[in-house]
């Protein structure tokens, strides 16, 4: 697999593999998520190819304080080959080069599986509670 930035045509193959691995939720549209990522210099979504098709993903920020992962995708069918390592480890670089002292991730409390891959690259659970408003009015 080689790992590179995402190019304008690979956009829907990205959106499509987000789908794929359930990360997708009806109030955000990952397309704006996509072209949000991709008009500042404190974003990136790197993609991992074989050949032509996408195969992996991870959305990559950095807001002065913290880096964080969005999105981090891979082919359901060739997980556990070493590519959802592969890709943090390429966001973990893409944050460093950026002298982002700490790197932060969300994820839901059901999602076990997810929770047990961070843990297996080092990452802890952090003592702070994640506080929520709704600004459009949904509930």
Not at 25 to 43: G, K, L, M, S, V
Not at 109 to 135: M, S, W
Request: aromatic share 8%.
């Amino acid at each position: 697999m080689e790992i590179g930035e995402l190019i304008d045509m690979e956009t829907g193959s990205v959106v499509e593999l987000w789908q794929r691995c359930d990360l997708t939720r009806p109030w955000n549209d990952p397309f704006a998520d996509i072209a949000h990522a991709r008009r500042t210099a404190d974003a990136v979504v790197l993609v991992g190819r074989e050949g032509s098709a996408i195969v992996a993903s991870i959305m990559v920020g950095f807001d002065g304080h913290r880096g964080w992962v969005y999105y981090l995708a891979v082919d359901p069918a060739l997980q556990r080959r070493g590519y959802g390592r592969a890709m943090m480890a390429a966001a973990e670089t893409w944050l460093r080069d950026r002298s982002a002292p700490k790197l932060q991730l969300m994820v839901r409390d059901t999602n076990l599986a997810a929770l047990g891959f961070y843990e297996r690259l080092g990452f802890e659970r952090q003592p702070v509670a994640t506080l929520g408003k709704r600004l459009d009015g949904r509930t």
